[in-house]
């Protein structure tokens, strides 16, 4: 019966996973849609959107990213929106926003950098790749994320790397 059981959670677990590539496609294709009509000063370079999804959700197939569409460690503090608690902190004062659909993870993301006082250094990064270069570097725009994770430096230079491996 054990036997029987831990091959149904197998099977499982690969019906509910998504090929890298069909991750790849997902995630740039909701951007793509998202931003076709986007300013250079409002876009953000679907490598660097793909690559902090791939991190923050290990390719889709974190918790987040398969119960809650949450491709991107997206938090709320309001307790009315749909979220998920964390299993280490079920009674932590957060929790991470619930989606309806992928393309609905990717728009929050891409607003929350555009319009967050928190990510004020990476639009002035934008800003000025823009007016240097024609348009902005997805590893240069990378070094404005400081405050996206507890990480900080550590982090910038996974996403950095995550970039590099995408663009080869």
Known sequence: MKLFFLIYLLLCFQVLSISKDDFK???I??????QKNFTPFEYVPSELVLAQAILESNWGNSRFAKEGNNYFGMRTWDPSKKQIKPLKR?????GLIVYS???ESVKDYISNL???DQYESFRKIR???IKLWGKADPKVLAKGLGNYSEEKDEYINKV???????QN
């Open 127 to 129: 800003e000025l790749e």
């Open 101 to 103: 659909s992928a393309c």
């Open 29 to 34: 294709n909701c951007s793509d849609k998202i």
């Open 160 to 166: 950095i790397d995550k970039i590099r491996i995408l």
């Open 25 to 27: 496609s997902l995630i």
């Open 114 to 116: 555009n319009n967050s």
């Open 90 to 94: 079920p009674n932590a004062d957060f």
